[in-house]
């Protein structure tokens, strides 16, 4: 398999973490997002939107957008599955990725920033009001979801990592990248540093990347 990422990016670091997990093995290449690789025409063809990330599979199939990444990898590599089979699970599960990967990360991304810059002369203070207020609607309501589905495992949904949380530790991560205060949300946290301290999660860190440039 390989792999187009970027370091920094979250919906790569999704990618790495569910990979990591399953174990498996691929071959890494890095796109710089900062310094506009994903523009390339030959990137474009791998991405019709220019993003990352992107996953060429062992049989073949050319994969965009992390959460279909994802399923077709549950598919393929059932165990551990991150999506769970069982309803309501599985929706509950869905219901904390997409949160996150719908509602918080779309309009606080990159591109979304840059736009903000170019488009409005917006400045860092500006952005960063910008970037922290989606950040707290995103993340207040996933705390209020895990206090809501009574979460006692120390992962999202009990004992074992799904899709939510290769969702979570990234975007806990951007926060806190951004200078986000993150203390109304001690749940979220508490799945936050379980994750960092398990080996497949920090395989997938943007600081073990090959393409980290801090």
């Known amino acids: 398999m390989q792999l187009y990422s970027f370091f920094n990016s979250s919906t790569s670091y999704r990618v790495r973490i569910a990979l990591a997990l399953k174990g498996l093995d ?6 710089n997002l900062r310094g506009g690789e994903q523009y390339s025409a030959d990137h474009r063809e791998r991405s019709p939107i ?5 996953l060429i599979s ?5 994969l965009t957008q992390s959460l279909a990444i994802i399923d077709y990898l549950d598919g393929r590599y059932p165990q551990p599955r991150l999506i769970p089979l069982e309803p309501p699970t ?17 309009i606080n991304n ?7 810059k170019r488009e409005f002369d917006s ?26 589905q009574g979460q006692v495992g120390p992962y999202c949904l009990g004992d074992t990592p799904t899709l939510a949380d290769c969702c979570l530790v990234p975007q806990v991560a951007n926060a806190q990248r951004m200078g986000c205060d993150l203390q109304a949300y001690p749940r979220v946290m508490a799945v936050y540093q ?9 395989a997938a860190a943007p600081a073990n990347q090959p393409d980290f440039i801090g």
Not at 50 to 54: D, E, N
């Open 90 to 106: 599985r929706a509950r599960v869905l219901e904390i990725a997409c949160l996150i990967a719908v509602d918080i990360h779309p």
């Open 26 to 31: 691929y071959d890494y290449h890095g796109v």
């Open 58 to 62: 062992e049989d073949g199939a050319e």
């Open 123 to 148: 400045s860092p203070e500006q952005q960063s009001a910008w970037y922290g207020h989606w950040v707290a609607e995103g993340l207040g309501a996933v705390e209020q979801l895990l206090q809501r």
């Open 50 to 54: 220019g993003g990352v990330p992107v």
């Open 194 to 202: 379980h994750c960092l301290a398990q080996p497949a999660f920090q």
């Open 110 to 116: 990159l591109r979304v920033l840059n736009y903000l």
